[in-house]
């Protein structure tokens, strides 16, 4: 399987720019494996589509403000960094800019000095491990520093930093938000749970291995980097008793998923604990842990269009793409939503 067949056609001014006046007000695009046709709805409808007893599956991660604007001390150079991964208190990998020219014992300042990294060594995807310097608290420190990290092909400037959370955002670890979260209000949460289907959450810190391009045409050559996960014995417990009273389990977004299908057991059992993964899902996986989805409509050629793809089938997602854009959905982030079911 060749990633240009994972390609189409999005006019730019279908990529969203801002998200929606209120969380829930965003589109629905409803796409059922065992029908042709889709349905247009409202993000709120999909309360609808759940039943009691079904589980609604969350990723609770947190963005932090990891985008850092700064200079290389002596120059005076511009610089930029993004952190990807926390490897202990003051140690991350991250992506800097321009690449070529931030070496191995090169320190960056931003802000003023708030904030400052010497680079110690390179990465095998093309990043750096920066160890960093700052008095006080760290997350208090990047939150003066920090920009939030919102992808490239979002221009206009981020108002509202709450906006880029999900509203039950927990944890922070986050290098771009999971997506499909940004729909749900706390209203519409209580309304889920209201009639009988159960949200667990979950957790994956959104990485490199979310958002890294495919670079090769074969899909079975690209390599996944790796993103921590955790399911703690609360949510195993129950999405077990889903399973045991014949409900589904619906994912929100593909990083709950890929988080899912990491914890879960050959029986579709979902375990217990946390680890990295590198899951790459793309037609031909089974999935062994969920029965649907909520997500975005996502770029081209990417693996979380993969992911939809081995889910509801490629030609269908295609298909899909193609009447949303016909339709003038919004598209990535902070775009409209699809569920599949």
């Not at 409202?42 to 599956?57: A, H, I, N, Q, S």
Request: aromatic share 8%; glycine share 8%; net charge positive.
């Amino acid at each position: 399987m060749k990633t240009s067949d994972f390609d189409y056609a999005l006019p730019a001014e279908l990529i969203a720019q801002e998200p929606a006046a209120q969380r829930s007000a965003s589109r629905l695009m409803v796409v059922r494996t065992d029908r042709e046709q889709f349905e247009h709805r409202r993000f709120t409808d999909l309360v609808d589509y759940l039943k009691p007893g079904d589980t609604l599956v969350i990723n609770d991660t947190k963005v932090i403000p990891a985008r850092l604007l700064g200079v290389k001390e002596g120059t005076g150079a511009r610089v930029e960094a993004l952190l990807l991964k926390q490897l202990d208190n003051r140690r991350w990998e991250a992506l800097v800019r321009p690449g070529k020219k931030i070496v191995v014992g090169t320190r960056l300042v931003f802000k003023e000095g708030l904030l400052s990294c010497e680079v110690l060594d390179s990465t095998g995807y093309g990043g750096r491990v920066l160890q960093f310097a700052w008095d006080g608290q760290f997350e208090e420190v990047l939150d003066q520093v920090g920009l939030m990290p919102v992808p490239p092909y979002i221009r206009k400037p981020l108002l509202d930093r709450d906006r880029y959370q999900t509203v039950y955002a927990r944890l922070s670890g986050s290098a771009a938000a999971p997506t499909a979260g940004l729909h749900f209000s706390d209203e519409l949460l209580s309304r889920i749970k209201d009639k009988g289907i159960a949200v667990a959450p979950v957790l994956l810190h959104v990485g490199l291995g979310t958002f890294r391009p495919v670079k090769v045409e074969d899909i079975t050559r690209h390599r996944m980097h790796a993103e921590f996960y955790e399911v703690s014995a609360e949510a195993a417990e129950i999405i077990s008793k889903t399973r045991e009273r014949g409900g589904r389990v619906i994912a929100v977004g593909t990083t709950t998923t890929r988080c899912l299908e990491s914890a879960a057991a050959a029986d579709g059992r979902v375990c217990q604990g946390s680890g990295w993964t590198e899951i790459f899902i793309y037609p031909g996986y089974r999935f062994k842990a969920i029965d649907g989805m909520v997500t975005n409509f996502h770029l081209p050629r990417s693996t979380l269009l993969m992911m939809v793809a081995a889910l509801a089938g490629r030609e269908k997602i295609l298909a899909a793409y193609q009447e949303a854009v016909e339709m003038r959905y919004r598209f990535f982030s902070f775009g409209d939503a699809m569920l599949i079911i």
